[in-house]
């Protein structure tokens, strides 16, 4: 697993990942709104994701698959190397984790095609088999009904500890939430 893990890093070049330039990062972020926001009241770093607003059409007019692995990977590193040790200066203890909401206000059914499972397959297996336990806690808000069948797709991707920490919500999530946000 280390040697993978090594070869892994070595492939995609890892170490030198803070040189990349993704100059199409507003671009990309107005078809798949995503990033940090503040802190939680335990100092983890607030990572939210509009998934429902996503449209994987225009994103990939204006990036491509192996540019946006490179991005999650030198988001990661970032999320390690400098955003971790503020958060942990800040709150005056070590933060290891993050609190994420991914809010899916605004999916349809065109969210059930297999192009959004494979990106969101991809986004999630990077985290998971390279940057495990980076993961605090996730609520999944504004979930529609069909979401159900969504998540029994997603679901097995997921290690066990992983899913342990996810929530759904769907649209009544402000209590659950807010006593970690605010």
């Not at 990572?47 to 030198?74: N, S």
């Not at 996730?138 to 969504?150: A, Q, V």
Request: glycine share 6%.
């Amino acid at each position: 697993m280390w040697e993978n893990f090594i070869k892994w890093r070595k492939e995609n070049d890892v170490d030198n990942i803070e040189k990349f330039e993704f100059p199409e990062l507003d671009q990309v972020k107005m078809f798949y709104p995503h990033g940090y926001y503040k802190t939680d009241r335990e100092g983890r770093p607030l990572y939210i994701e509009r998934i429902g607003l996503l449209d994987l059409t225009k994103l990939f007019q204006v990036t491509t698959e192996e540019r946006l692995i490179k991005y999650y990977i030198q988001s990661y590193e970032l999320l390690i190397n400098k955003i971790f040790p503020a958060c942990s200066k800040a709150a005056g203890k070590r933060i290891e984790q993050t609190l994420t909401i991914l809010d899916l206000k605004g999916g349809s059914t065109s969210m059930l095609s297999k192009r959004v499972y494979n990106f969101i397959q991809l986004a999630s297996s990077i985290g998971q088999n390279y940057y495990p336990e980076i993961l605090g806690k996730m609520f999944i808000i504004n979930s529609p009904m069909l979401f159900s069948g969504i998540w029994a797709v997603i679901r097995p991707w997921l290690d066990e500890k992983t899913r342990n920490k996810i929530t759904i919500v769907g649209s009544k999530y402000d209590q659950q939430v807010l006593e970690l946000v605010s």
